[in-house]
């Protein structure tokens, strides 16, 4: 069974920073893209950044320069590390996986809460 972790995610103040993970089990993510994804209430899902299986990252202009995603392969992870929060950053964030960087995704993780606080 494929299961995607994602944990990190709490309450910062606006400038803060803040460092998801994602963790694969039943599925060795560097055979795959793995996006990040958030969805703040009453809005819809958004793709954040997305790392393709050969290293192409694609990132929404929202957080350019201040979200940078990375592998760990040893430990079968992805992280996002987020930089100079803002309140608009606050959201539910899901990492996702499939062949390639796409919205919808095959698999999905539960969901980890960030909220930015002013």
């Known amino acids: 069974e494929v299961q995607l972790v994602e944990s990190g995610g709490g309450l910062v103040q606006a400038g803060g920073s803040l460092r998801l993970s994602c963790a694969g089990s039943?599925?060795?993510?560097?055979?795959?893209?793995i996006g990040w994804f958030r969805q703040a209430p009453g809005k819809e899902r958004e793709g954040v950044q997305c790392?393709?299986?050969?290293?192409?990252?694609g990132t929404a202009d929202s957080v350019k320069g201040r979200f940078t995603v990375t592998r760990e392969n040893a430990k079968n992870t992805v992280y996002l590390q987020m930089n100079d929060l803002k309140p608009a950053d606050t959201a539910v964030y899901y990492c996702a996986a499939d062949r390639r960087c796409v919205n919808d995704a095959r698999y999905w993780g539960q969901g980890t809460q960030v909220t930015v606080s002013s």
């Open positions: 039943g599925i060795t993510l560097d055979k795959y893209a």
């Open positions: 790392i393709e299986s050969d290293g192409g990252i």
